[in-house]
């Protein structure tokens, strides 16, 4: 059986509506579909439905929100919500990504509103997750992982906790060019996917790793079970370079 395998690019604050048009052109004539591999891609809000429309005949490219607010509609100025995401375009969203907790000050209690939001939306939660170096260091990642996975899926039945995406995301690696080992990695996973059980989830959960992937390390890292796959920032936002990556183990 194949392997299956989920590539996501989180663009951050790169590539608005042109630059995304571009990327997305030249990467799906790069990229033929292959099966089972999934390929994600976050774009800022204001490039989603280019990235959409430019991929509509690719079921296995999935557009996705950086974020989005758990309320449906009204007055909050500035703020994405699902049913909008999923006019533009969008099948999933981001929620709690490192940078959303410790720049923007997103809440535990945060997560969970919008994985609910997400998921009442029709649109697939990639739940990110992660320590800081101080609690790594400390001896407290599985404490901090696990109490960040049971906030974002809190009060959830089992069949919506199936359709939730794990990232797991050490925030030390993320953007600083140092990552976990794929042993240190594959040992995180595994007390995810424990919990995952533990919370009903059947089938096996999508949990993938996130934090300085890139061309030199992904193959290693991938080497390991546990990992579904990769969340990628920096090394996402070149079209020829993530069209390599995405491609890796053929
Ligand atoms: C991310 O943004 O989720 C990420 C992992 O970034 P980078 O690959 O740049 O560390």
Redesign the pocket.
């Known amino acids: 059986m194949t392997r299956r395998l989920t590539f996501?690019a989180?663009w951050?604050m790169h590539h608005g509506p042109l630059a995304a048009r571009a990327f997305i052109d030249r990467f799906l004539e790069l990229v033929p579909p292959r099966e089972g591999r999934e390929l994600w891609v976050f774009p800022p809000a204001a490039s989603l439905h280019v990235v959409a429309d430019a991929a509509r005949s690719r079921a296995d490219v999935k557009p996705g929100a950086q974020n989005v607010y758990w309320e449906p509609k009204g007055a909050f100025t500035g703020e994405l919500s699902v049913p909008i995401a999923r006019e533009a375009g969008a099948r999933g969203g981001?929620v709690g990504?490192?940078?959303r907790r410790h720049v923007f000050g997103e809440t535990d209690e945060d997560t969970r509103r919008k994985v609910l939001a997400l998921l009442d939306g029709g649109l697939t939660p990639l739940l990110?997750v992660g320590e800081k170096l101080a609690e790594r260091d400390e001896g407290r990642t599985e404490d901090v992982v696990l109490r960040q996975l049971r906030a974002g899926l809190g009060g959830l039945d089992p069949e919506r906790v199936s359709r939730v995406m794990i990232?797991y995301?050490p925030v030390w690696?993320?953007?600083?060019?140092r990552?976990a080992t794929p042993r240190d990695a594959a040992a995180v996973h595994a007390v995810i996917r424990a919990e995952l059980g533990r919370l009903g989830a059947t089938g096996r959960s999508t949990i993938l790793y996130?934090?300085?992937?890139?061309l030199g390390n992904a193959l290693s890292l991938l080497a390991e079970e546990e990992l579904d796959g990769?969340?990628?920032?920096?090394?996402?936002l070149e079209a020829d370079a993530w069209a390599e990556l995405v491609g890796i183990g053929a």
């Open positions: 996501a989180n951050k981001l990504h490192s940078e990110c990232a995301e690696a993320i953007g600083t060019g990552n996130g934090g300085s992937v890139n990769v969340l990628v920032g920096g090394a996402s």
